[in-house]
């Protein structure tokens, strides 16, 4: 039999106090807004914290990161706080139109017979959404025998997150959005792993990954991008940082070339010298 009202106990609570230094952290290290009300979320994803570092409670974490953390600890602290949902063709309106629309304009436009495309993941997570796009343009070039040549920047936050982009390694579960076709010309089967899949070499060598504050514009790449994807990030962000955050990208954006944000991520073109294609894509115009 389970003691279930002793295990409720067993769990440490996290207070006001606490929820506010965590906040603090979370925003200085990495623009992410913690409200007060989030208490269940940071004792859910920091409880794994007090068990690696043998402290009694949150209080004692808190106090913790505030004066004897090591750096590891910090980046551990963000680790746990960040969230890198993603997928294959995720939102693949995006990814349709980009196909359509977006790469043969940019072609017509100039940009891709000066020089390959730079397409840009912001917030890459462990790469699903780069080379989705990456395997967009390929597969468009092939197709039509186009002059469409790119490469691939993925960012991220996350050190961990980007070692798994750049080894470009997943699951059977993981790339159910990947068409058949493309899953022949992109994915590499494992020999003794019938579940993992790897991207093709060629894919993998267009491509740089860099850790990478988007608030800390010393960070960010050298780069001009024709298109740069900050999907499913700024929903982390306050007013003023995501603001920030949005200069900051739009800023490593060629004139003509396009913003994708996430579909639940809205914003006010003309703030930004941009003008709206359609829900979530944006071309900058200034
Ligand atoms: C939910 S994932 C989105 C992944 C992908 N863009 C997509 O839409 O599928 C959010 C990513 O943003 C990253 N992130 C959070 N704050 C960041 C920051 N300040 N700078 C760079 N990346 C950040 C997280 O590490 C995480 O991998």
Not at 13 to 37: K, M, T, Y
Not at 98 to 127: K, Q
Request: aromatic residues 8%.
């Amino acid at each position: 039999m389970i003691p279930q009202h002793s295990e409720t106990r067993s769990v440490p609570r996290i207070g006001p106090r606490e929820v506010a230094i965590f906040a603090r952290l979370a925003q200085s290290a990495g623009g992410l807004f913690i409200s007060d009300q989030k208490s269940d979320f940071l004792v859910a994803r920091l409880g794994a914290q007090l068990i690696r570092l043998g402290l009694p409670d949150f209080a004692a974490y808190a106090s913790y990161l505030e004066t004897r953390a090591t750096e590891a600890d910090r980046t551990q602290f963000i680790e746990a706080l960040t969230t890198h949902t993603t997928s294959f063709f995720r939102e693949n309106l995006q990814y349709d139109w980009l196909r359509e629309t977006g790469f043969p304009d940019l072609l017509t436009t100039g940009a891709g017979f000066r020089r390959d495309l730079v397409i840009w993941s912001a917030a890459s997570s462990s790469g699903q959404e780069l080379y989705s796009a990456l395997m967009t343009a390929c597969s468009l070039r092939e197709a039509q025998d186009t002059d469409l040549r790119c490469r691939g920047f993925g960012t991220d936050l996350s050190k961990a997150i980007l070692r798994r982009a750049e080894s470009g390694v997943y699951a059977r579960d993981e790339i159910g959005g990947i068409s058949d076709g493309m899953r022949r010309r992109f994915l590499l089967s494992s020999v003794d792993d019938t579940n993992r899949f790897r991207i093709a070499a060629d894919l993998r060598q267009r491509v740089r990954w860099q850790q990478t504050n988007l608030t800390d514009a010393a960070s960010l790449p050298r780069i001009t991008a024709d298109v740069a994807m900050l999907r499913n990030v700024l929903i982390y962000f306050d007013a003023a940082t995501r603001d920030m955050v949005l200069q900051n990208v739009i800023r490593r954006i060629a004139r003509g070339g396009y913003l994708l944000t996430g579909h639940s991520e809205t914003l006010t073109p003309q703030a930004y010298g941009l003008r709206s294609i359609r829900p979530s894509i944006y071309q900058k115009v200034e």
